[in-house]
């Protein structure tokens, strides 16, 4: 596997050697001595798998206790994935990482904890899996509004409407009035 930095360097895409013949493919996605030596040496506590159609748009969640690490990759289609530095006292605070990825490129992408995560489905199917560092509590999510202009996330909508949102994702909060991590 291969870790580059991201554009915000504790942001890490990961991409794994696929190895292919007549048969299909092969490739390991999580190999926790190579994941340390990369500097990713947090316990995975839960695995999650989300489905969505075409136009879907799920985040920007958080957890402002018990804050999750994420390894997200995608099983089917194609996504938006986006990542918001939510750390107050970084360099980076405010900032987004964003990049597509799909089950072509098998690519996985490591947010560490301290920030926010949504993505956008641009196939008309996609399956998201993703790891975690800290279990799901309910009482400690937090929702930061996916289109805060603050943010100058450039999402690749295909229409001028706004995309599919659940009433959680509609009530998300801008950058000035969220909860953010000291």
Avoid at 1 to 6: D, G, I, K, R, V
Avoid at 13 to 37: N, W
Avoid at 48 to 60: D, F, K, Q, T
Wanted: proline share 5%; glycine share 6%; aromatic share 12%.
């Amino acid at each position: 596997m291969q870790f580059t930095p991201a554009e915000i360097s504790d942001v890490i895409i990961i991409t794994p050697k696929i190895f292919r013949d007549h048969r299909g493919d092969f490739l390991e996605i999580f190999r926790s001595e190579e994941f340390a030596v990369a500097g990713i040496d947090l316990e995975f506590v839960q695995d999650n798998h989300a489905g969505s159609n075409r136009g879907v748009l799920r985040g920007l969640h958080y957890q402002i206790k018990q804050a999750q690490g994420k390894l997200i990759r995608v099983v089917t289609g194609e996504i938006y994935d986006v990542a918001v530095d939510l750390r107050k006292g970084s360099s980076t605070f405010g900032q987004s990482v964003c990049l597509k990825l799909s089950d072509q490129d098998k690519k996985q992408l490591w947010i560490p904890p301290g920030f926010a995560h949504g993505y956008y489905v641009l196939s008309d199917w996609a399956e998201v899996s993703y790891k975690v560092t800290a279990y799901y509590t309910p009482e400690w999510e937090r929702t930061l509004l996916w289109n805060d202009p603050v943010l100058q996330i450039n999402w690749p909508l295909e229409s001028p409407d706004h995309p599919l949102l659940s009433n959680n994702d509609l009530q998300g909060l801008p950058l000035n009035k969220a909860e953010v991590y000291e």
